[in-house]
C-alpha cells in the first residue's frame, strides 16, 4: 500500500534559520512526489513537485529514492513561510488521485 | 486561473440529517475528488470522479456519496449526518495531462454535525 509520512506535527524555527521539512514515502513503483502549502485561511494550493526540479519561494526538495524521501528544505525561513504544509505522492500509473501525509505545521519566529 | 468554488463555507447541521455539499470547477476538468481535512491525519479521499456519471470510492467512503450529472459539478452527500462527520472537506479537481497534472482545490467547507 502507498502511503506518506511526515513525522513531525509541529516544526518551529527562528526567522533567517534553515528549515528542513521531512516527508517519506512507501510504494514499489515510480511516484510523483509534491508538496502543497496553506497559508491561514487560505485554500491549499500546489508548492512544488519534483518532476519540476525547480525552487519556490526559496524551497527546494530533491527526491531521493533510495532513501524513499522528499523532504522540502530552504536556507533561511522567512515569518511568511508559517503555513501547513503536506507531502503528497501519485502513482505514475494511476488516476490523478493524491496520497497525503498528515501534514506539518511551520511556525517561524521573529 | 483555475476557480474551484465550494458554495457553502460553514455548516451546522443536526445528527440524522441530510446534508449536501457542492463544488463547481470553471476549467472543464475531467477529474473531480473530495477530501476530508482533519488535524493528525491529513487529507483523506473520499470519492473521485473521472468523468460524468463516474464515480471511484476513495479510502474512506463510509457514510458518504457522491454525485456528478455535470462535468463542472461535484456534489458530496451525507445521507444521515453523524458528529464524527464533523471535518472540513475539500473539493478538487485536475485536467490530467493537458493541465500538467496538477490538481487544485477549493477553499474548504466546514462542517459541524451536532
Known amino acids: 500500500a502507498q502511503r506518506v509520512t511526515q513525522p513531525e506535527k509541529l516544526l518551529s524555527v527562528f526567522k533567517g534559520a534553515p528549515v528542513e521539512l521531512k516527508c517519506n514515502y512507501s510504494?514499489?513503483?515510480?511516484?510523483?512526489l509534491f508538496w502543497y502549502v496553506q497559508y491561514s485561511r487560505q485554500r491549499l494550493q500546489l508548492l512544488l513537485r519534483?518532476?519540476s526540479r525547480e525552487s519556490i519561494k526559496g524551497f527546494t526538495a530533491d527526491l531521493n529514492k533510495g532513501e524513499t524521501s522528499f523532504h522540502l528544505k530552504k536556507p533561511f525561513a522567512q515569518e511568511e513561510d508559517s503555513a501547513m504544509y503536506y507531502c503528497?505522492?501519485?502513482?505514475?500509473?494511476?488516476?490523478?488521485?493524491?496520497?497525503f501525509g498528515s501534514g506539518t505545521r511551520l511556525l517561524v519566529r521573529p | 486561473d483555475v476557480k474551484v468554488t465550494q458554495s457553502s463555507r460553514y455548516l451546522v447541521k443536526r445528527t440524522g440529517e441530510k446534508v449536501f455539499l457542492e463544488c463547481v470547477q470553471d476549467?472543464?476538468?475531467?477529474?473531480m475528488f473530495w477530501y476530508r481535512q482533519d488535524p493528525g491525519l491529513g487529507l483523506r479521499l473520499i470519492y473521485f470522479?473521472?468523468?460524468?456519471?463516474?464515480?471511484e470510492k476513495g479510502d474512506i467512503p463510509e457514510g458518504y456519496s457522491v454525485s456528478r450529472e455535470k462535468k463542472e459539478r461535484f456534489s458530496l452527500i451525507l445521507e444521515s449526518a453523524s458528529t464524527n462527520q464533523t471535518s472540513m472537506y475539500l473539493c478538487?479537481?485536475?485536467?490530467?495531462?493537458?493541465?500538467?497534472?496538477?490538481?487544485?482545490f477549493g477553499e474548504g467547507s466546514w462542517l459541524t454535525v451536532v
Open positions: 519534483h518532476i
Open positions: 476549467m472543464d476538468h475531467e477529474n
Open positions: 503528497a505522492l501519485r502513482r505514475m500509473d494511476s488516476s490523478y488521485k493524491l496520497i
Open positions: 510504494y514499489s513503483g515510480s511516484p510523483e
Open positions: 470522479s473521472y468523468d460524468v456519471k463516474m464515480k
Open positions: 478538487a479537481s485536475t485536467g490530467g495531462v493537458q493541465g500538467g497534472n496538477t490538481i487544485y
